[in-house]
């Protein structure tokens, strides 16, 4: 039997808890492409670290970050709200590079398939 530690239960129930949010109560367009795509909570449960994406970008826009910072203290309270923890963890976002890397990477194996696609065909 696996054990979890408290910190990440905390992590899952942010994660959900804040892609709720994102949909339902924000509305700020520059956020509504936003998908959290991991979150670390400290043991402690005093700092959270989210990953975010925002759709169709491989680099964070700096209106996202900056529409991120706005929206900091209202996204904290409502977790605060929701998550009934005597401390709300701070919350930090940080954009998550892995999805551009793996979106690279898909391109690269895609041209090198067209290339033995096109070896292929010409050996027929």
């Known amino acids: 039997m696996t054990t ?6 905390v992590a899952e129930r942010i994660m959900a808890e804040l892609s709720e949010i994102l949909v339902r109560e924000v ?3 520059r956020m509504k492409s936003l998908t ?6 400290t043991d402690d449960l005093r700092l959270a670290r989210i990953y975010f994406v925002e ?3 491989d680099v964070c826009r700096p209106e996202t970050r900056q529409a991120l910072q706005k929206a900091n203290g209202f996204l904290r309270r409502e977790l605060g709200k929701r998550l009934e923890l005597r401390y709300v963890p ?3 976002f940080s954009f998550d590079p892995s999805f551009a890397y793996g ?3 898909e391109k690269i194996l895609a041209g ?3 290339g033995r696609e ?4 010409e050996d027929n």
């Not at 096109?118 to 065909?121: F, G, L, P, T």
């Open 4 to 9: 979890f530690k408290r910190a990440q239960r």
């Open 27 to 29: 509305s700020d367009p």
């Open 36 to 41: 959290i795509t991991g979150v670390k909570v």
């Open 55 to 57: 759709m169709g970008q």
């Open 90 to 92: 701070e919350v930090v």
């Open 103 to 105: 979106s690279r990477i």
């Open 112 to 114: 090198i398939r067209a």
């Open 118 to 121: 096109e070896n292929d065909s």
